[in-house]
């Protein structure tokens, strides 16, 4: 079964340390994933794909085959990271979306 | 500029109504979606549509109807509220992947509905 896991409801940093938020996928094919960011009192937003390869506010990730992980890492933890991170793997047209990740960056 | 919007944007409404949230967008994106978003759960796909006259039902579809009966709207119907169906509700668009789209879902604001 097509599935993204989450493991952390919470992540707790202080500024400046480094971040990585875990996800894995059970898929039966070649994936494509993206990681989703929901700031508060804002619209879930597109963050990063795996295909792109990109770094997005400091932010990546990459894609293991072997582990069949896509987990988000920043070296430096800014306050303005705190929000709720999905990971998502692509079905056809559709999303497949994790239970998510709020991640808390205290001063 | 191109957007999603939902409304209305509260809703509070008592156990056995009918409801109705709104999606628009002016995206002219052929694919709607539509989510619930509960602690715990994450995002759950309720219904979506690819186009035109065509809905598919998702992975919590019991208790909800959708229709499309043009690009811009996909309204979402709760036959008879009920208390499990108090949520936040999320709309979304996208192109198709055969349009070579990157089928990134731009997503509305959302719904928050409480069903007494």
């Known amino acids: 079964a097509q599935r993204v896991t989450q493991p952390e409801k919470l992540l707790s940093v202080f500024k400046g340390a480094p971040v990585e938020l875990k996800c894995n996928y059970s898929?039966?094919?070649?994936?494509?994933l993206f990681w989703y960011v929901q700031y508060s009192r804002q619209r879930l937003q597109l963050l990063l794909r795996?295909?792109s390869r990109e770094s997005i506010k400091g932010f990546t990730a990459d894609l293991n085959k072997g582990e069949t992980s896509f987990h988000l890492k920043k070296p430096f933890a800014q306050e303005e990271d705190s929000a709720m991170y999905y990971c998502a793997l692509r079905n056809t047209d559709k999303l497949i979306f994790g239970t998510g990740t709020r991640l808390q960056v205290f001063p | 500029d191109a957007e999603i919007t939902q409304s209305p944007r509260h809703k509070i409404t008592e156990t056995g109504r009918q409801v109705t949230l709104a999606c628009h967008q002016t995206w002219n994106h052929n694919n709607m979606f539509w989510y619930r978003q509960d602690l715990g759960h994450g995002l759950r796909l309720i219904h979506y549509?690819?186009?035109?006259?065509?809905?598919n039902k998702g992975e919590v579809s019991d208790g909800y109807s959708v229709s499309r009966s043009n690009t811009e709207d996909l309204p979402l119907t709760l036959e008879s509220a009920a208390s499990s169906q108090t949520s936040v509700y999320f709309c979304a668009s996208s192109e198709n992947i055969g349009a070579g789209g990157y089928n990134e879902q731009f997503f509305g604001p959302g719904t928050r509905l409480t069903v007494l």
């Open positions: 795996h295909i």
């Open positions: 898929y039966s094919g070649s994936p494509e």
């Open positions: 549509s690819y186009g035109v006259q065509d809905t």
